[in-house]
């Protein structure tokens, strides 16, 4: 906490300042410790971090502790919900730095990947990604029934609309919604954790880590009862902003 608290301290006040992205590659850092958009994040205390729930994962997940029972909650409201339709599962949790260097750089221009800048729009560069901080998760639907995870197409399965209008009383927001004026992608599957108020075990910590981000750009859904772009329409009525069609490539693309 204290180390995240120090990096934003740090890093909102060099200005002008660069950030080193990739090998070789650096970027210009706003005054706010944005890089292409994203908001600086540390990493989580390997301390704070557990397991996912049992069966929740689809593959090594970690989250912190204290979001835990809420996602339990969460996930048995959810089964028992038949409007759901497929099983909520998580594809990607806690991510450290070096990961999402890893998963940033791989794509670098001398890999004949994309430009950083835009690679940016879908996968936040190192230190500025949110699954840093053990509290954001990306969910995923199985059977996916040839929906792919990386597309809008989530958005519009009973799974997904169903996280639109439950989550956040579990705690949960969506980081990027759709036209979001961060210039992220629109990522219906991207969920961070805030707790269910602001008194609530753990989420004043969640909360001070996103407090930037919530002023900023909201989410939306929110956890807070600001009106929504998703409660005031239908869901298909959401535009999903343009980005350039990703690179081919195996595997899934996640930020
Ligand atoms: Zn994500």
Known sequence: ???????????????PATAQVCAGASASMASDGRVYGHLPYGDAPPDDLVA???????????????????????????RGDPA????????????????????????HPEAGGLGDATRAISVAPPGHSEHATGYALDFAVRPANGCPDAEGCMAATPAARWLVANAPRFGFEMSFPGGNRQHVKWEPWHWRWVGTSATAPGAARARFIFAKARAQFPADPAVDGVRTIARLLPLVAVSVPPWPAPTPRKGKRRR
């Open 52 to 78: 996912a729930p049992p069966g929740f994962a689809l593959h090594d997940c970690q989250l912190r502790r204290d979001m835990i029972p809420d996602l339990e909650r969460l996930l048995a409201a959810a």
């Open 1 to 15: 906490m204290r180390r995240a608290a120090l990096l934003l301290a740090t890093m909102s006040l060099a200005t």
């Open 84 to 107: 759901v339709m497929g099983q909520l599962r998580a594809l990607s949790c806690h991510r450290s730095i070096l990961r999402q260097a890893s998963v940033f750089c791989r794509d």
